[in-house]
Structure formats: C-alpha cells, structure tokens
Nanobody, 120 residues
C-alpha cells in the first residue's frame, strides 16, 4: 500500500507556472505507475498525465500537451507536475494517484488533492 501527499498548488495569473509535487510513502515507489488527475467544480475528474514506474514512458491529455511535464525521482519517492502556460480552464483540484498496473485510469491509491486556481 502507498500513501500520497500533494503539495505546490496555489493561485497564479494566466500564463504563469506552478510545480506540483506528490510525495509517496513506502519502499516500493518505483513499482508504481503514477498519474495526475484534476477535477474542476461541477465537472468529473479527468486524466492529466501519467508516468511509468521507471519514468521511461509518459502520457498526457491533449489539453495539457506541450504545457505540462510529468516527472519522478524514485530515490526521493516523489513525482512532479511542472505546469507552464497556465490557463483559467486549468483551475481545479489536482490529485496524484498510484497503481502497479494502471496508466491513464482506474488507479487504486489517491492523494487528498491540492487546489490550483488560475486568474484571468
């Protein structure tokens, strides 16, 4: 089992940047694929980005390609989401997730979320 804690959210102006972090407990972090999801008010949670356990493969939603970068440091049990060129429509609660098998959906372990608000 793995426990996840997100950090790094906040309020920024459109066009700005933020870096989210997800710290994981446990000694088997590298065995888990990791993902970022987000949920805006009144909307369903949606996939943002994912990275395999080794960090060798990444996936992105079309809406964030070219603006967001997912990465991980297995030695630090931490995953990141670098968000550049932020838009008001990126406003949401961002969640990190972990799973030994899932890539873009059906994750078993979730963090509590961190709020990201983009002002226009």
């Amino acid at each position: 089992q793995v426990q996840l804690v997100e950090s790094g959210g906040g309020l920024v102006q459109a066009g700005g940047s933020l870096r989210l972090s997800c710290a994981a407990s446990g000694r088997t972090f590298s065995r888990y694929n990791m993902g970022w999801f987000r949920q805006a008010p009144g909307k369903e949670r949606e996939f943002v980005a994912a990275i395999t356990g080794s960090g060798g493969t990444t996936h992105y939603a079309d809406s964030v390609k070219g603006r967001f970068t997912i990465s991980r440091e297995n030695a630090k049990n931490t995953m990141y989401l670098q968000m550049n060129g932020l838009k008001p429509e990126d406003t949401a609660v961002y969640y990190c997730a972990a799973d030994p098998l899932a890539i873009t959906s059906t994750y078993n372990y979730w963090g509590q979320g961190t709020q990201v608000t983009i002002s226009s």
